[in-house]
């Protein structure tokens, strides 16, 4: 993976030193997303600029990567992975290309020079990039947005950059905030709006999009789209088709020249990875890496509920020695998970998930110690069904968006006036509500049926972007590539057609996901309920972030105190034990996480000058 900038003006010199020197300042901004190399290239009109993390041939897979013909330039700034890079290798190979390294780069660029703006549609993996071919630019962004691409129009350039840090670089571009961009951060935060970048002005190039930008102006496309169709398979085929496309893009994206890990928690989407990983290495005659996650003190403090109904470390135990590992159990400090929140907050360029964010941020960093790439089980939930509103009636018909339906709890902290001239309910509702009406339909459905497609299309285009965005960030901010097979395009969209009395069968939580794990997985694992991505259970890190809120709200120019309602905070958070059974944001986030966000929420603006 790695991080990639550049602007382009059709009315403006690119080649001068000044635009030179601007250009390796947009990529010193991203260099954790690419500490092992840099470069840049230029023409009259365009800049691109590149952070490289090396993982295929790290010896000639340098960017930007450039070649020529029909008497001019193609260039290319590749931020990704290419599973399908040999098959798609031999297709241009057959069509008269040639290529001198093994990198999935130089794949990208002959596919660009060879098919043109249908280029996207050939690739198969996690991708952002921008092309240049002598005329236009193009920025493709891959289908499910696992790789962030940010833009935004200073007069008449385009500037773009793979985070928002990079972009506030280019000096037309400054940090502001708006209504909206308020009623994104307090209504639907730490989501935002698909293509929004908060910030007034900037934008996000949506997922499964590109933008092309030529003297014409700037026109945006969608190049993927996901559809619903009648399922026509028996449960038979349903389970083995799952089985086989799941498995498949696990091995697919085990291919890599530096150290490969999974990341192992013990349910049911990690293990499938971790038993697929570890069968195709031990076949090699070589021994998988695998990591957990724990906390301080966590097994002594920690708290059933129905979110979370266990613990997951004997369940780690049970895989390592199943599968015979080598497998390492970080645990992270109470203290280090709160000095880190103003570190997650400043590599999200966002106020995010608390120390859901700054537990990630400090595992990846230790991970990427001894590794480059790691395979997460990230967004089976999503994809199968998981998650409590997929099952909950009340969360199915709620109008607001299921995992943040209530927002008394975040309403309650914040100025009553602030929450009514910013109309933040009724702002999540119509973006709810919007997103809802996008759902690809299929004629015929049951109305429960209908209601839970549009939960599922709101899983996929919300809650599932919220992680990926907070895995990539956090990862990439500590040089570290972490793979997502669930977000294989192809298992998706077979298992978003798979009808809900397959998937949750006997009201079984993803019951065909299960089946499918039969052989793979051992019998008392496969069956183990779902538990979330561990949080600490101790009361230390409750009150050590009580102490910084406090410290926060002690100084009244601290920008996030004109946000809040000093006296109900002293009523409620900053005085009772935090509440972990009744979660304002998804599954995680409760009284102790809301203060974090509201830690992060005071950097942001510091940060940005937003106070």
């Known amino acids: ?22 250009g390796w300042q947009m990529a010193g901004a991203l260099t954790h997303r690419g500490p092992d190399d840099s470069g840049l290239w230029r023409d009259e009109h365009c800049l691109l600029a590149h952070r490289r993390l090396a993982v295929i041939d790290p010896q000639r897979g340098a960017q930007p990567m450039t070649a020529r013909g029909q008497g001019k330039d193609w260039a290319l700034c590749y931020n990704g992975e290419l599973y399908n890079a040999d098959q798609l290798r031999r297709e241009l190979t057959e069509q008269g290309c040639s290529f001198t390294t093994r990198s999935d780069t130089e794949v990208v660029l002959q596919a660009c020079i060879t098919y043109g703006r249908r280029a996207a549609e050939k690739l198969e993996g996690i991708f952002a990039f921008a092309f240049w071919d ?56 730490p989501c935002r709006t698909p293509g929004h970048g908060v910030f007034a002005g900037i934008r996000e190039v949506r997922p499964g999009h590109q933008l092309i930008f030529g003297r014409e102006g700037l026109k945006e496309t969608c190049w ?101 590992t080598r497998h390492r ?40 110690r001894e590794h480059t790439v790691a395979i997460s089980g990230e967004c089976s939930d999503e994809i199968f069904g998981g998650y409590p509103w997929f099952h909950r009636q009340d969360m199915l018909e709620t109008s607001l968006f299921p995992w943040s339906m209530d927002l008394s709890v975040r309403n309650g902290v914040l100025d009553p006036g602030l929450v009514r001239e910013l109309e933040l309910e009724d702002y999540a509702r119509f973006r709810a509500e919007e997103s809802r009406k996008q759902t690809p339909r299929l004629e015929g459905e049951s109305r429960e049926e209908a209601r839970r497609r549009e939960v599922g299309w709101l899983n996929l285009n919300w809650f599932m972007a919220n992680l990926l965005e907070r895995k990539d960030r956090m990862s990439m ?63 230390r890190f409750e009150q050590l972030v009580r102490e910084q809120l406090l410290r926060i709200l002690s100084d009244p120019n601290a920008p996030v105190c004109a946000l809040v309602d000093r006296k109900q905070l002293e009523k409620g958070l900053l005085k009772e034990g935090g509440d972990y059974g009744r979660p304002w944001f998804g599954q995680l986030m409760a009284g102790p996480q809301l203060m974090s966000w509201l830690i992060q929420l005071n950097s942001w603006m510091v940060r940005f000058g937003l106070g």
Not at 515 to 525: S, T
Not at 530 to 537: A, E, G, I, Q, V
């Open 134 to 189: 002598g005329e236009e630019l193009m920025l493709v962004r891959d289908r499910f947005g696992v790789k962030p691409l940010f833009y935004a129009m200073a007069g008449r350039t385009l500037v773009f950059a793979s985070e928002l840090k990079a972009l506030f670089r280019y000096p037309e571009l400054m940090p502001r905030a708006n209504r909206e961009s308020w009623q994104e951060v307090l209504a639907i935060g």
């Open 329 to 368: 159990v970080l645990t992270c400090p109470q203290d280090t998970l709160a000095q880190l929140l103003e570190s997650a907050c400043l590599a999200r360029d966002l106020p995010g998930m608390g120390d859901v964010d700054s537990s990630l941020l400090y595992f990846c960093r230790e991970i990427a």
């Open 224 to 324: 993927w789209k996901l559809e619903s169709r009648r399922h026509t398979d028996s449960y038979e085929d349903t389970v083995e088709t799952v089985r086989r496309l799941l498995t498949g893009a696990v091995r697919r994206q085990l291919v890599s020249d530096v150290p490969l890990c999974t990341l192992l928690s013990g349910g049911l989407d990690s293990s499938i990875i971790t038993a697929v990983a570890a069968r195709d290495y031990a076949a090699q005659g070589r021994q998988l890496d695998t990591w957990s996650f724990d906390y301080e003190d966590n097994q002594s403090y920690f708290k059933s509920s129905s979110f979370q109904p266990d613990g997951d470390w004997p369940w780690v135990e049970r895989m390592r020695q199943q599968f015979q």
């Open 477 to 539: 901010y500590s040089g570290l590539e972490v793979r997502v097979p669930f977000c294989d395009h192809r298992l998706v969209e077979y298992v978003w057609n798979i009808p809900w009395e397959m998937k949750s069968r006997g009201g079984e939580r993803k019951h065909i996901l299960r089946q499918a794990a039969r052989g793979i997985l051992p019998e008392d694992v496969r069956l183990r309920p779902k538990s979330p991505y561990p949080k600490t259970h101790h009361p």
């Open 1 to 22: 993976m790695c991080g990639i900038a550049g602007f382009c003006d059709f009315f403006r010199d690119q080649q001068s030193p000044e635009r030179q020197q601007l």
